[in-house]
């Protein structure tokens, strides 16, 4: 069977260019097949047009929209809304406004044998939520007692939030998938590497919703946020008042020994987030078991080995029938440097950089033997996906199929390693050779140039020559 062949592309890219355009480029250029159309998104990353501090690509509006407020990107229906506080909002942006995402694309892609995902993101920390009516309603605690920038997912009136966009979509539209993203970690991984790019480092969640989770389970909520509360002062305290060798890291096994909640509220939080998506999958295949239900797996899991530790792609295969794992390996080598860095200022102060940086590429399997400092210039290798799709389809055990997204001009600074068609045509290699059923050329078409579009559909043509 010929792989998958897909594309995550914003609403922003057919209203400006034209669907028929659109859909005719990617085809002829990339052998694309199927298009993951962004239809809900706060998140600039899969939403608007090429970012600010990056050149043109050479196609679309050489002007840059400066102004993105984000939504749903689709016609929605307000009878699906009853049963939360969080009713329809269509995106307000004014390049978009009247343009259906899946309205006005499917019959297009269908008279080319295209198939269309709607892909869905919760990127709920943008801020952008704020434009949302009732929004502060379903916000996280954190350990303060503070609303936090995230919605909690716990949270009864933001379940039936996406259960409604959900059915809306799946009633309104002819979907042949729907793609859900989410790149949020846990409370103790969100507090180790202060939150990462675009997050903060707010130990959470302690709403009602949560508190009631954890006390039902036999958890001492108040030890927990008290611990979390300790942990927030021991990875914050920038000169420590502690004996020669009793180094941060020490402190923090100590702390996780006298106060093992911390992990125990961690894993609370995993449990729901893994409980939602399941609930998230049977309601699509009980409104359409032809709809194929997929996940967003964040580049996270490529730096953290917290979170990979937490990341259960077997279970995940009981509720899936896809799953990309981001594998963006020219911005990897950028991302994974700043996630290193931070960590080591935190968790292991007075470790050198280099240190920590060999202890978690080589636990985390990955052969980039380099200097540290040369990670933004260099990147992660090829070897690097290849390698990650072997690891996410042996851990699925083929039950899923797997699609990694792949980096075609991922915006980074200019220091840092840029895609090249070369690297396109190597990195679509070597997912194909691990295993892959297909790949997703990502993050999304407004970003991309013609010359790299064009070098994965070389590759992809030649081995079905």
């Known amino acids: 069977m010929s792989p998958l062949v897909g594309i995550q592309v914003g609403a922003i ?114 801020g952008l939520t704020r434009h949302v009516p009732n929004w502060p309603k379903v916000l996280q605690v954190d350990a303060w007692g503070r609303a936090d920038a995230y919605a909690c997912l716990r949270n009864p009136d933001y379940q039936n939030w996406w259960l409604s966009l959900v059915e809306d979509q799946v009633k309104s539209y002819q979907l042949d998938g729907i793609m859900w993203g989410s790149e949020r970690n846990g409370p103790l991984d969100n507090a180790l590497g202060d939150g990462g790019f675009a997050r903060n480092g707010n130990p959470y969640c302690f709403c009602r919703w949560c508190t009631e989770a954890g006390e039902r389970e036999g958890i001492d909520v108040r030890r927990a946020r008290q611990g979390y509360l300790e942990l927030d002062r021991l990875l914050n305290d920038e000169a420590p008042d502690v004996p020669v060798g009793d180094s941060s890291f020490i402190r923090f096994l100590r702390l996780l ?37 997929g996940w967003h797996i964040w580049h996270h899991n490529s730096f953290s080995p917290w979170y990979r530790s937490q990341l259960d792609f077997a279970k995940m295969s009981s509720y899936s029938d896809f799953v990309k794992p981001v594998l963006y390996n020219n911005c990897a080598g950028y991302r994974l440097h700043h996630y290193i860095r931070t960590v080591a200022g935190r968790l292991f102060r007075g470790v050198p950089e280099q240190t920590v940086y060999d202890l978690f ?41 797997v699609y990694p997204g792949l980096d075609i001009n991922i915006p980074t600074p200019d220091h840092v390693r840029q895609t090249t068609p070369d690297e396109v045509r190597k990195s679509v290699r070597a997912a194909l050779d691990g295993g892959a059923d297909g790949v997703l050329l990502s993050r999304k078409y407004s970003e991309m140039t013609f010359a790299n579009l064009e070098a994965a559909g070389e590759e992809l043509r030649s081995r079905n020559a």
């Not at 995993?270 to 359409?288: D, I, S």
């Not at 042996?394 to 899923?400: D, L, M, Q, S, Y």
């Open 361 to 401: 590429r080589t636990s985390l399997g990955y052969d980039e033997a380099i200097a540290f400092e040369d990670l933004p210039s260099v990147g992660l290798s090829p070897d690097y996906v290849l390698r990650e799709t072997r690891r996410t389809v042996a851990a699925t055990a083929a039950r899923v199929a």
């Open 257 to 293: 020994g006298t106060c093992p909640e911390i992990v125990a509220w961690d894993a609370l939080w995993h449990r729901g987030y893994e409980e939602f998506q399941a609930r998230l999958y049977g309601a699509v295949k009980f409104l359409n078991p032809e709809v194929r239900v």
């Open 13 to 126: 890219s057919f209203a400006d260019e034209g669907v028929e355009t659109v859909l005719d480029t990617v085809v002829e250029k990339a052998a694309v097949n199927t298009v993951f159309v962004a239809t809900q998104a706060f998140d600039r990353g899969l939403a608007g047009r090429q970012t600010w501090y990056r050149p043109w690509p050479g196609h679309g509006p050489e002007e840059k929209d400066d102004v993105h407020l984000g939504g749903s990107f689709v016609e929605q229906h307000a009878e699906f809304y009853g049963g939360t506080v969080l009713g329809p909002h269509r995106a307000p942006d004014a390049e978009v406004v009247g343009f259906d995402a899946l309205g006005d694309v499917i019959p297009a892609a269908r008279e080319r044998g295209i198939a269309v995902y709607s892909f869905v993101l919760e990127n709920t920390h943008s």
